[in-house]
């Protein structure tokens, strides 16, 4: 039982190149969210999914994709990079009833 | 808007002695309120929750946090820090969009 599975765990981007940050859950849960961590700026939401089939923005969507198409995967497409977007991402899951969240041990992303 | 507030950036305190990291709340109706812990590295594990009841709430690696509605607070506590206990501290409420901006807590010997 992994839990949620994050990959890359580090990954460097040139400014307006596009990639994937996957997400995995073994746990069934019906939530999943995507976060930025920034120093001094604690988590921000960037998207998050109620279930397979339906996402919704979070605070910062801007500059990000995601979708849903099973309960497992949630991946995160960052569609032309910005430095701005250089910070850690981390994928969280829960139950719908019990507010307790599950995290990843997120990826580092710099855009340079 | 409901929020959390986490005062202090940084907390040091020596092994064996009890520390506090603080968390302040605003929250119409009542609160549930979490405590997560990030080691370097890693993701947010949850530490414990206060829904209703006990003001004192007990949770994971000898932590326990007090709830004081009167001071909207709900501080950790521990009574004996240890050098293990070095990492981020947040507060969130439910919902998943509300987290402090974390504490750092240093112990050292």
């Known amino acids: 039982n992994a839990g949620v599975t994050q990959t890359p765990k580090f990954q460097v981007l040139k400014t307006g190149q596009s990639m994937t940050l996957q997400c995995a859950q073994d746990?069934?849960?019906?939530?999943m969210s995507w976060y930025r961590q920034d120093p001094g700026m604690g988590l921000r939401l960037i998207h998050y999914?109620?279930?397979?089939?339906?996402?919704d923005q979070g605070e910062v969507p801007n500059g990000y994709n995601v979708s849903r198409s099973t309960t497992e995967d949630f991946p995160l497409r960052l569609l032309s990079a910005a430095p701005s977007q250089t910070s850690v991402y981390f994928c969280?899951?829960?139950?719908?009833?019990?507010?307790?969240?599950?995290f990843g041990s997120g990826t580092r992303l710099t855009v340079v | 808007a409901q929020s959390v507030a986490q005062p202090e950036d940084q907390v040091n305190v020596a092994e064996g002695n009890p520390l506090t990291v603080k968390c302040t709340y605003s929250?119409?109706?009542?609160?549930?309120l979490f405590w997560y812990v990030q080691y370097p590295n890693r993701g947010l594990q949850f530490l414990l929750k206060?829904?209703?009841?006990?003001?004192l709430v007990k949770g994971s690696y000898g932590f326990e946090a007090e709830f004081n509605k009167s001071q909207t607070s709900f501080h950790l506590k521990k009574p004996s820090a240890l050098v293990s206990d070095s990492a981020l501290y947040f507060c969130?409420?439910?919902?998943?969009?509300?987290f402090g901006t974390g504490t750092r807590l240093q112990v050292t010997l």
């Open positions: 206060y829904i209703t009841g006990d003001n």
């Open positions: 999914s109620v279930g397979a089939g339906i996402t």
């Open positions: 969130a409420l439910p919902g998943g969009v509300t």
């Open positions: 969280a899951t829960h139950f719908r009833d019990t507010n307790r969240y599950t």
């Open positions: 929250v119409s109706g009542n609160p549930y």
């Open positions: 746990m069934n849960h019906e939530y």
